[in-house]
């Protein structure tokens, strides 16, 4: 649907934020695009659909004819305060689609992201959540093909999360192609199907996310008795991903001896995990670029 090749970016007077970035976004598949604050994010995505200033060389390819006009919702919300949801969404739809459309693609948002009680509510009488998910719905009010989010769960409460993440599984089984900006590893986890990183202007596709986390060192959590007879329970690594492994990993560490053991579990790691022993994520960049 979408394929960004060596793309350089700089706003103006500045050096380039991008430099070299690639992805390709197909239908079905959701790509989390994880980074550091400041790493290029946000301007990956604005330059891709155009709506930043700057100077901006490289190829972006999108098949228009199966994808249509992309959907971007950024990570300002972008709605008119004195406007009603229903209004914002009529007003984003004139803006995308022909005239004949628009009150059914109102309809189907309002429907798709359960706004019904909210149509007639002015935005700036809306909650955090309320207003993200009214952002969201203008901003696929058209039904696009690919679908660019940036950050989209921020101010989200629990429910509307988990509103969010159907909604997404249900855009991938419509063959959407789909790219969420993230800095929390639970919301690529539980969005996407593969992981690129943005890192020193660079894209890094670590490819689907399971086989990828499989492919790290596996961790392994031993339950043992101190010294002072505290019950304590340590993460080792194991790479071999087996019990005898970590016990043997236990042994090296100085962990007491089969009799001090209470339990030993071996588990591959989240993403989690392996942010939180790499959190500028040096480790994870050390593929090759994409």
């Known amino acids: 649907m979408l394929s960004v090749e060596d793309l350089w970016f700089g706003y103006p007077g500045g050096a380039p934020v991008l430099r070299g970035a690639s992805l390709r ?19 990956l995505l604005g330059a891709v659909t155009d709506s930043i200033e700057g100077k901006r060389e490289g190829l972006i390819k999108a098949d228009l004819d199966a994808a249509g006009p992309i959907g971007y919702a950024t990570q300002d919300v972008a709605l008119y305060q004195h406007l009603t949801v229903a209004e914002n969404l009529t007003h984003a739809a004139r803006l995308a689609t022909r005239r004949w459309r628009i009150a059914d693609l109102v309809e189907r948002a309002v429907d798709d992201f359960d706004l019904g009680a909210l149509r007639e509510r002015p935005a700036r009488f809306l909650s955090g959540g309320q207003r993200r998910l009214a952002h969201l719905a203008c901003a696929f009010v058209h039904r696009p093909a690919v679908r660019l989010l940036d950050e989209p769960t921020t101010a989200l409460d629990f429910e509307t999360r988990q509103k969010l993440i159907g909604l997404v599984g249900e855009w991938r089984a419509q063959d959407v192609a789909i790219l969420v900006t993230a800095h929390y590893p639970e919301d690529v986890e539980e969005l996407c ?4 990183v943005l890192s020193d202007g660079r894209t890094y596709d670590l ?8 492919r790290q060192r596996r961790l392994g959590y031993v339950e043992h008795v101190t010294d002072d007879g505290a019950v304590k329970l340590t993460e080792l690594h194991s790479p071999l991903g087996s019990i005898d492994d970590l016990q043997r990993a236990a042994a090296e560490a100085g962990i007491g001896g089969a009799d001090a053991l209470h339990s030993v579990q071996v588990k591959a790691p989240s993403l989690r995990d392996l ?8 480790a994870a960049v050390g593929e090759e670029p994409r």
């Open 25 to 43: 976004l197909e239908p079905g598949l959701a790509v989390g695009l994880l980074g550091a604050n400041g790493s290029g994010k946000s301007t």
């Open 207 to 214: 490819g689907p996310l399971g086989g990828y986390l499989a």
């Open 193 to 196: 199907s593969s992981i690129t």
């Open 275 to 282: 942010l939180r022993r790499d959190p500028s994520l040096r």
